[in-house]
C-alpha cells in the first residue's frame, strides 16, 4: 500500500492516539516504531481527541501560537506560573505577553481539560 503526506502539522498527544487508534483497527499490524508509540500514547494521550482540540481554539484564541497550545494541553501544566514560564522560554511566543488574569484564564482552559482525563 502506498502512503503520501497530505498534511504535516503539529497535533496532541490525543489526536495521534486518536490516529493511532484508527490505524491499528484497520491493521492489526504495526511496526516497532508504531507499538512504542501506542505504548506512550496508552499512557500519556488519555483525553477526548475533539475536547482537545476545542481547548487548543480556546488558547489560541488568547494570543498563543498553536503549537504552543499543543504543548502546553500535552504537558497538563498545574498552576499559572509554570504556564508564564513555559510560554516566555520559547521564542516563538517573543512578543506574546501573558499576564496574570490572562495565565489564570489559561490555566482554566488547560485544567478543565486535564483535570477531565483522571
Do not use: H
Not at 50 to 65: H, N, R, T, Y
Not at 108 to 116: E, L, T, V, Y
Amino acid at each position: 500500500m502506498e502512503r503520501r503526506i497530505e498534511e504535516r502539522r503539529y497535533i496532541s498527544y490525543y489526536e495521534a492516539k486518536y490516529f493511532m487508534e484508527r490505524r491499528i483497527e484497520d491493521s492489526q499490524q504495526i511496526n516497532s516504531l508504531q507499538e512504542k508509540s501506542w505504548d506512550y500514547l496508552k499512557t500519556f494521550g488519555v483525553g477526548d481527541s475533539k475536547e482537545a482540540k476545542e481547548s487548543i481554539k480556546k488558547l489560541v484564541s488568547f494570543g498563543l501560537k498553536e503549537t504552543t497550545a499543543i504543548m502546553l494541553l500535552n504537558v497538563c501544566p498545574d498552576n499559572n506560573s509554570f504556564i508564564i514560564s513555559i510560554i516566555s522560554s520559547l521564542p516563538e511566543e517573543n512578543s506574546t505577553k501573558i499576564d496574570e488574569e490572562k495565565s489564570k484564564e489559561i490555566f482554566n482552559i488547560i485544567n478543565n481539560f486535564c483535570s477531565k482525563k483522571s
